[in-house]
């Protein structure tokens, strides 16, 4: 069950980034603006946060199995939205159910990870999400300079992957038992244990600084090197978002043993010079600077995301697990999608390039506070 759960959480977030080396294309064939591309986005990450906030708690009550189930379900019906989308309309909706997809199977197949392997949960949980996103980014890219037809293509490469878990599910055992309380769990509310809250207010600054981070680059990274660094091959985008998820993953495979205050403070520093670094990439119109303040970037993002979930998971009991993760995932998806948004209405009035300056440099400020927050911590 720790592999079903590890490749089905990594193909669901590979699902989600798969879009993003083909907001050029939809930018040429449907004519959206900047901010259409972070309409598009926000629209997912909301409904994902309807998601976590309604189902996000189910799987304690009503067995992993079945919240998995749904969640697969909903991949696969995005994948064929997707794969027929022919205008703005039809691809918010297919972002939408997306983002449900996420928000339902997320945390029940982390809590699974957790249920069948306690001791490198917290890893597995860590790594998941960003190897995910890099291989739909990097997948994407490639299907879209190598492969015909890639806005058709790559969704029914995914689609036949999301089947095969499917078929695969019917076959792994229930790592819960059930109890009551399934529909009281469906009213919107974040379940933050009581003995977890103060490790949740030490990470929130940090969380937000990543993920804000990961909202600009999976929304509006390939409309910035296209447009202020004049590159028009489609798939670079694509792949400097890639670079910053790898990063992120070999990071928490190598950094997996210092303590959670460690990582955090390493985690910060890294992810203010990282982005420090691209935003004078994109200043000097080097892809290649850009490049490398991605991975500066990412091994920032890596270190921080483990640091916060190896303070956050050990707080919580088996039954609340799933509850916590969906808790900690509402602030990371709100700050994954809301700065983005504001970034996309302010694009029109003070320019694209202008609108990254300033997106990043809130997202330093916000890495130096923590950093500065876990020194005094460490002391």
Known sequence: MTAFSFAGAALVAASSSAVTPLYRLYQQSMHLSPLMITLVFAVYAISLLVALL????????????????????LNAIAMVLFSYASDVGQLILARAVQGLCVG??????????LDT?????????????????MVGALGAAALVTFAPDPL?????????LTAVMIV????????VSRKSGALASLRPHV???????????????????TWALGGFSLSLMPTVVATTMGVSAPWVGGVVVATLMLAAALTVAALRQLPAQRLLVIGTAALSLGVLVSLLGI???SVAMLFAGSVIAGFGFGASFAGSLSTL???????????????????SYLAFSLPALAAGVAVPYAGLAVVAYVYGAVVILLAIMSMIASLRGER
């Open 313 to 331: 998971l050990p707080t919580a009991e088996a039954h609340q697990r799933a509850g916590l993760l969906a808790a900690f995932y509402v602030l």
């Open 54 to 73: 309604t189902v996000g708690g189910l799987s304690d009550y009503i067995g992993r199995r079945p919240v998995i189930l749904g969640g697969l379900l």
């Open 168 to 175: 695969l599910l019917f076959v792994m055992p229930e790592t």
């Open 117 to 133: 392997d306690r001791k490198r949960g917290p890893l597995l949980n860590s790594v998941t999400a960003f190897l995910g996103l």
């Open 104 to 113: 339902t199977a997320t945390t029940a197949l982390g809590a699974a990870i």
């Open 283 to 285: 200043w000097q119109h």
């Open 152 to 160: 058709h293509l790559v969704y029914e490469v995914l689609f036949a």
């Open 191 to 209: 379940r933050v244990p009581s003995q977890s809250r103060a490790a949740l207010l030490r990470v929130a600054p940090a969380t937000v600084a």
